[in-house]
């Protein structure tokens, strides 16, 4: 068996002294491990970071096999974003959640935005709501997405402005004004109708509405709690 | 399979084997030349491991591992007491020391924060360095920790948390490594190595 495909780097775990096993979101496998031989290296180990994009092969004898992966840069991204903390609190954010993925089942729209946030990380103005898009899509990947399309209660597709807690759909601002503190707050910049650039206050709301269906549906059952660079991020726009 | 040492031999051999970069066949050489060399090795060996197995402790102050509680790096007087430098393993100290780079105190994390692992701020020594640079007198901490994605998530973490304190914060710079050819090097480093270009 032996495939190629570009991906992510998201997790190297050490294996022995001198390999390493690596988790890489490919572009048209998903998800996918292998055995890095040689992965401790001098010479690899800043090719195997989190967020670098590297050309893939991994080859085994059987399908079920783990394989092994020969690895080959082609954008190390990871040493241009590790001086700056939010820059870096994404891109932990973000491998760390595209490992909720299904091992080997494609999933090739995570992977493009995926990319498009990568490239856009040195701009602070423009990943945020990305982020906010990037998870919603991620949501939905896992069979969890979200109804922000139409009123629940009246079918409406004007003014929506919560997203019910319980069902995962939209709330228009008339019906849901009796419930409203109970409801999640759904930032127009979700619905594409929002002139200029979110503000921080609309990507907390974004990730606020995220962030409960995440740990609702993906951490909560499986017992593991959300990233902490995630907190880390919503602090930083709380304060800006 | 057949056996052709006694359980005691075989033990000794699946216990050097564990040891980093011993396999089962070095492990076997190893084994067969501390038997050959039973009074010039065998016996320091086990009196050394036996030494440290009841005398090696963990420095409550900084994490080292050393004889003494507090260590013989906290407890030197001529080591400046207003610069602590945070390392992530007590081998990373022992580099540090190796290059005598410093002349300060140390901090040993005890690793890095991380997702994948599971590694929790609380996991690591983070409240204790926090404690100890709140102290009078502490004017600096430089976090030496690896430029991966995981050691610097954990400095950022750690300036977070000091920055209500009254101590500068800085971490080791980034660029060409001494021998190093440009050609060879990864766009990272070499991009830090231009942002962090000095007048020559």
Redesign the interface.
Known sequence: MEWKDEGIILAVKRHGESSAIAEILTATRGRSLGLVRGGRSRQMRPVLQPGNIVLATWRARLEEHLGNFAIEPMELKAGLLIGEAMRLAALTTLTAEAQLLPEREPHPRIYEAMRVILDALPDADTWPPLLVRWELGLLDELGFGLDLARCAATGTSEDLAYVSPRTGRAVSRDAGRAYHDRLLVLPQFLKGIQAGAPGPSDVIDGLKLTGFFLDRHVFGPRGVPAPESRHWIVSHLATR | MRRTTGPEIERLIQVLAKL??LGPRSARRAALHLIKNREKLLVPLTTAMEDARDKVTICSDCGNVDTSDPCTLCRDPRRDRSIICVVEEVGDLWALERAGAWNGLYHVLGGT?S????I??EDLSIARLVERAGHEGVKEVVLAVN???EG??TA??I??RLKDLNVATSKLA?GVPVGGELD?L????L??AM?ARRPF
């Open positions: 980093p970069g924060l997702a994948v692992e599971g929790r701020p430029a991966t994605v610097q998530t950022h973490y300036i977070d980034h060879y990864d766009e990272g480093t991009t830090q942002r």
